[in-house]
């Protein structure tokens, strides 16, 4: 099958932790053939090349996307392009489906690993750690896949001859596969990251946890109280071994978003994406273009600040928001490079319902006053980078007052999260240097943009790709999985006590005092009787807002289209059951011309 021909560069780059120790320094091969593997600097070629095309799609624009659009969380920025993976109108095997051909990819080349890997020179245990991790990319890859597209090809041996004939396999027979080599990989993998795979590959911990998530996807797909048993002891398990596995939660929610925390205790799992003169995808200071394996997270989700943050800007007869006057700023790598795609889901319902509200803050983010985590992930206020001088008969200045800002101390956008006033150049009746943009006026070119992700590291290069690695698996998801696997089988106290303990740590503020923060942890808990799936999935997007996590959660719980239909107006018209799976590439489709047709999934 052409889709899954074996084409990787091995070795080009490695599991690279905060220290950038690197896995393997090999020589890049052009094609593999099983010899390849029968040495261990082969096999580690091989697990290194999957590592790495991990980030060619975690961090990257059209995965970030699909992961992402369509839900109830975002909706579509002012840049956003093609409407259609925001829509679901028109959505196809030829506009879907960007990590198909490398997860299959991938998968060959780990089946290999394990097919020639077995007698490699190496201490057993090396041997089995080694096979271990080819075991959890294979899940990893299939979990994606059957979560996607449901049934799909399953191969496990290395295929060298590339056949134009495929086949798709029930998905039954794929959580098969993934929940063998998740457990078999549990056993072998080491409790904390160990030489040569360091940073936060693969590890015991990790395995249990997508293990956990795989019994958990399954368990909903057939209502099978078993697999929910099983998720909910497998997170039990992680949880009260936390210490040995080196994992915990920080105290503060935004600690796990400082960059200096990103290979820190509460993150589990990443895609590497740090600069390396050998194994660097970019020139640094030749700025970002899509198409390659580089992590532009930060800026997805940031609004056109430096273009639509005008010092005189008013609001219309008709009630919304006209840029007009000098920017109040600079594009600056704090604030980060404005691409506008997808924004905060704050569009108000205007009948039904929910008349008058909105996902984001009716709905989500519903106790700002003690939850710090809208705060800690969106930016809300931006302090002048530049100087501006307003005079008092400015077009459209309606303060009557001139004044200059002053950088670094005057606020040059202030989006509240509540109505002000006198918006956008009065807060009530006093003037405002900047501006003030409530939630009334919020559109798709003004928002609160997304900051968990920001690099300001890049200094003068703000317009080069983030080195920060992408966190797909947090410790805090533990709780949360295993908080849903108990609400299935019945337990609703102890999903509420897992979960209290992610919205208790989500109440603690530095700036608090320590009855403060007290009152606040009381004030978020909890009981059984709140614990609702709805519940769960509006505390899922409070914890995991923007994390690639979105549209596989509403799909594992069989939720996409209520949620999608109840809050998301835009897409609300169009969702449709049968897009609770992806279209399968239309490349694949046309690829397969021997023996039977390969087919599409129903309602494509």
């Keep these: 099958m052409k889709s899954i021909k074996v084409l990787i560069t091995a070795g080009l780059v490695t599991l690279l932790g905060s220290g950038c120790e690197k896995v ?97 020179d190496l201490p057993e245990a090396t041997r089995k750690q080694y096979l271990a991790q080819a075991k959890f990319l294979r899940a990893f890859w299939y979990f994606y896949l059957v979560q996607t597209w449901g049934d799909v090809p399953l191969h496990t041996e290395f295929i060298t001859v590339p056949s134009q004939a495929a086949s798709r396999q029930p998905a039954a027979q794929v959580y098969e596969l993934i929940i063998k080599d998740l457990t078999e990989a549990a056993v072998d993998l080491p409790n904390q990251p160990t030489a040569p795979f360091l940073g936060k590959a693969a590890t015991k911990a990790v395995a249990q946890f997508l293990l956990a998530k795989a019994y958990l996807t399954r368990g909903w797909l057939n209502n099978t109280a078993a697999d929910f048993t099983k998720a909910a002891a497998l997170c039990d398990e992680i949880i009260a071994n936390k210490s040995a596995y080196g994992l ?19 993150t589990m799992f990443v895609s590497d994406h740090v600069l390396d003169p050998k194994y660097g995808y970019y020139s640094v200071g030749g700025a970002a273009g899509g198409g390659a394996a580089q992590n532009l997270s930060p800026w997805f989700t940031n609004w056109n600040y430096p273009n639509n943050s005008g ?6 007869a008709a009630g919304a928001f006209v840029n007009s006057g000098t920017s109040g700023m600079i594009r600056d790598s704090y604030y980060g490079r404005p691409y506008i795609r997808m924004r905060p889901n704050s569009d108000k319902w205007p009948t039904g319902p929910h008349a008058g509200k909105n996902y984001f803050l009716d709905q989500a983010f519903t ?23 307003n005079a008092a008969n ?59 992700f920001m690099d300001p590291s890049r200094g003068a290069n703000f317009n080069d790709p983030s080195t920060r690695p992408c966190v797909l698996y947090r410790f805090s998801d533990v709780y949360m999985t295993g908080a849903e696997a108990y609400f299935k089988t019945g337990d609703a106290a102890k999903a509420a006590a897992l979960i209290n303990v992610v919205r208790q740590r989500a109440a603690f503020r530095k700036s608090n005092t320590t009855a403060q923060n007290a009152a606040a942890a009381a004030a978020m808990a909890i009981t059984a009787a709140d614990v609702t799936l709805d519940f769960i999935l509006d505390e899922r997007s409070r914890e995991f807002f923007g994390e690639w ?27 449709k059951e049968f897009n609770m799976l992806r279209p399968i590439p239309q490349s694949q489709i046309d690829r397969v011309v021997d023996g039977p047709a390969f087919p599409q999934n129903s309602g494509y």
């Design 394 to 452: 400015a077009a459209n200045n309606s303060r009557g007052i001139g004044y200059t800002t002053v950088v670094g101390s005057d606020t040059a956008v202030w989006l509240p999260d509540y109505e002000v006033p006198g918006a956008p150049q009065f807060v009530g009746t006093r003037p405002f240097k900047g501006i003030v943009v409530p939630p009334s006026l919020w559109n798709n070119g003004i928002f609160p943009a997304l900051k968990k």
């Design 248 to 266: 915990d939660l920080w105290q503060d929610y935004g600690d796990a978003f400082v960059a200096g925390n990103d290979y820190g205790k509460e």
């Design 24 to 120: 393997l320094e090999e020589h890049p091969q052009s094609q593999i053939v099983p010899s390849y593997f029968n040495s261990p600097s082969g096999v580690l070629g091989g697990i290194a090349g999957v590592y790495n095309d991990i980030r060619s799609q975690w961090g990257t624009e059209g995965f970030t996307v699909e992961m992402q659009a369509g839900t109830d969380e975002f909706i579509q920025g002012l840049s956003a392009g093609t409407p259609i993976p925001y829509t679901y109108n028109g959505l196809n095997g030829s506009n879907f489906g960007s990590a198909w051909g490398v997860a299959f990819q991938d998968i060959n080349t780990l089946n290999g690993v394990l097919q020639y890997g077995q007698t490699i």
């Design 549 to 575: 996590q979105r549209w596989h959660d509403l799909v594992r719980t069989r939720s996409l289209v209520r949620r999608v239909q109840e809050w998301n107006q835009e897409a609300a018209q169009y969702v």
């Design 311 to 316: 010092i005189n800007s008013f609001k219309n």
């Design 367 to 389: 106790k700002r006053d003690v939850d710090s985590r809208f705060a800690n992930s969106f930016y809300t206020v931006y302090i002048s980078n530049t100087s501006i001088t």
